[in-house]
């Protein structure tokens, strides 16, 4: 009765994120970082589109952050410029607070 792309389109929806990397348990995500924060990413988790998106944008592994927002979208300054970064992502990328 289903032919077509309407029928293979709706498989699977709903259950892509529990193929990603998520945080170990007991590790300091960014969301939640306080704001004014300084920390280090220690490692981007997700999809690859989601890495490599936050790649281009500066936010790998090594690069030092500082949380201008903390609620909702987190906002991010690095390297002069401010980047949004959305809840889900902010869940999926560790990091390691720096000592002032």
């Excluded at 300084?38 to 944008?57: D, F, T």
């Excluded at 201008?68 to 992502?89: D, E, K, S, T, W």
């Amino acid at each position: 009765m289903w032919r077509g792309r309407e029928r293979r389109r709706g498989r699977g929806r709903g259950f892509g994120y529990r193929r990603f990397a998520v945080p170990a348990a007991g590790a300091l995500t960014l969301d939640r970082v306080r704001r004014g924060g300084r920390v280090r990413v220690v490692r981007v988790g997700g999809g690859h589109r989601l890495v490599h998106r936050l790649a281009a944008l500066g936010v790998v592994p090594g690069a030092v952050v500082t949380v201008a927002r903390a609620y909702g979208p987190a906002v991010l300054a690095l390297n002069g410029a401010r980047i949004a970064v959305g809840r889900h992502a902010a869940l999926l990328i560790e990091v390691e607070e720096i000592g002032a």
